[in-house]
C-alpha cells in the first residue's frame, strides 16, 4: 500500500515513516521544514530516510492547498493518509496565533479535502492532543470526557480539527481516526519540549524552571509506544454511524515534572541547577490518558516506563549535542 505521511520531518513523523519502511510500505512525505526549532534536526532526521526504498520527499506547506494536490496527483494508489503535519507548542500559540490557523485549521481541510478526493482511501489517522481536555479535572482523561474548555488555541485548533473531521466522515463518509497524543518524548525529539530543553539547560549549566515547584504531572509517553498504537490503529478504520472516532493514546500513568528532571540528572550526569514559578495560565496541571479504547481496537499496551526512556533519549541527545558543537 501507498501512504501518504505528513509532517515526515517532524518527531513523530520521522519515527512513524521508519517503522513503515522497515515494514516494506510504500511512503510519501510531506513537510514545509518550518524553523519554528532548529532545522538541523529536521534535516537531520530526513537524512536519515533519504535513500530509502519506498521514500520520497516532497518539501510542501499543507496551507499551500494546489501544492499539495498537485503532489496527490502525481502519486498512485494512496490507501492511507497518516496526518501528523502541524504547528506546534502549546506556549507558541500565544505568540504567533496565525501559524496556529494557517497550519492547524487550513492545512487540516486541505488534507480532508485530498481524503475527499481519494476514491482508495481506506482510512485518514491525523494527530489530535491530550490538550483539548483543557480545564478537565476528572482524571484519568476519557474519550467520553467534554472538551469545550480548551486552555490554549493550539488546544481549541486541536478540538476544530476533530470536529471538522467529523462532519467529513458525515457528509463523505470519509473513515477517519483522531489520535489525541500525551507528551510524546524520545530520540529525535523537539527542543520546545521541556525534557528537551531541560537536558540542553543542565548540560550548559544554565537553570531550569520548573512550574508550581516541579508538581506538575504529565503522562510521558515513549515515541516507539506512540509509533506502535498509530501503526496498531491504520488496519482498522471505523465502520459505524459516521465512520470517524477520537482515540487517547499515552503511557497511562502520570508522572512528576520533578522526576523527569531526577531521572535527566542521572541519565547525562550532571546536576540542574532549578528556579520555581507559577504555573502559567495555558499549562493543565496534570495529563493522564484513559487508554482503554485504543487498547482494545488494536492491542496497543505501552512497555516504556519514563525510567527507561529517559536514559535513551539521553544517550542519543549526547550524541547529538556533540555532533552539533559549533
Known amino acids: 500500500m501507498t501512504i501518504l505521511l505528513t509532517g515526515a520531518a517532524g518527531f513523530i513523523g520521522f519515527h512513524t515513516a ?53 503532489v496527490v496527483a502525481a502519486t498512485e494508489g ?12 502549546v506556549r507558541h500559540s500565544m505568540v504567533d496565533p496565525y501559524a496556529y490557523i494557517s497550519s492547524n485549521v487550513m492545512g487540516h481541510l ?45 488546544a481549541a485548533t486541536k478540538r476544530a480539527d476533530e470536529l471538522m473531521g467529523y462532519a467529513y466522515a458525515h457528509l463523505y463518509g470519509i473513515p477517519q ?24 539547560s543542565i548540560m550548559a549549566g544554565r537553570p531550569i524552571t520548573l512550574y508550581d515547584e516541579g508538581r506538575l504531572r504529565r503522562d510521558f509517553t515513549y515515541i516507539d509506544d506512540i509509533v506502535e498504537g498509530i501503526l496498531g490503529c491504520l488496519p482498522h478504520p471505523p465502520a459505524d454511524g459516521p465512520p470517524q472516532r477520537v482515540l487517547n493514546i499515552g503511557n497511562h500513568r502520570s508522572e512528576a515534572v520533578s522526576h523527569l528532571v531526577d531521572l535527566l540528572e542521572e541519565s547525562l ?24 479504547a485504543i487498547a482494545a481496537l488494536s492491542g496497543f ?4 516506563p519514563l525510567s527507561l526512556g529517559i536514559p535513551r533519549f539521553a544517550e542519543w541527545f549526547l550524541t547529538w549535542r556533540k555532533k552539533t558543537a559549533v
Not at 78 to 89: M, N, P, S
Not at 177 to 200: H, I, K, N, Q
Not at 301 to 304: C, N, R, Y
Request: glycine content about 8%.
Open 110 to 154: 486541505v488534507m480532508l479535502e485530498v481524503a475527499r478526493g481519494l476514491k482508495g482511501l481506506r482510512h485518514f489517522v491525523y494527530a489530535s492532543s491530550s490538550s483539548v481536555y483543557g480545564a478537565n479535572r476528572r482524571l484519568p482523561f476519557a474519550e467520553s470526557d467534554r472538551v469545550d474548555t480548551p486552555l490554549s488555541l493550539y
Open 177 to 200: 481516526t483522531g489520535l489525541r497524543f500525551f507528551t510524546v518524548y524520545g530520540p529525535w525529539g523537539r527542543p520546545d519540549m521541556a525534557y528537551f530543553s531541560f537536558a540542553e
Open 301 to 304: 499496551a505501552p512497555k516504556t
Open 269 to 292: 550526569g550532571q546536576k540542574a541547577v532549578r528556579r520555581f514559578a507559577e504555573r502559567p495560565a495555558a499549562d493543565v496541571e496534570e495529563t493522564f490518558a484513559e487508554v482503554s
Open 18 to 70: 521508519c517503522a513503515l519502511l522497515d515494514r516494506g510500505e510504500q511512503v510519501v512525505g510531506i513537510d514545509s521544514v518550518n524553523d519554528y526549532y532548529d532545522v538541523r534536526l529536521k534535516e537531520g532526521r530526513l537524512a536519515q530516510l533519504a535513500g530509502r526504498p519506498g521514500f520520497t520527499f516532497h518539501r510542501v506547506d499543507l496551507a499551500d492547498r494546489a501544492a499539495v494536490h498537485a
Open 78 to 89: 494512496i490507501t492511507e493518509i497518516i496526518h501528523l503535519a502541524a504547528q506546534a507548542g
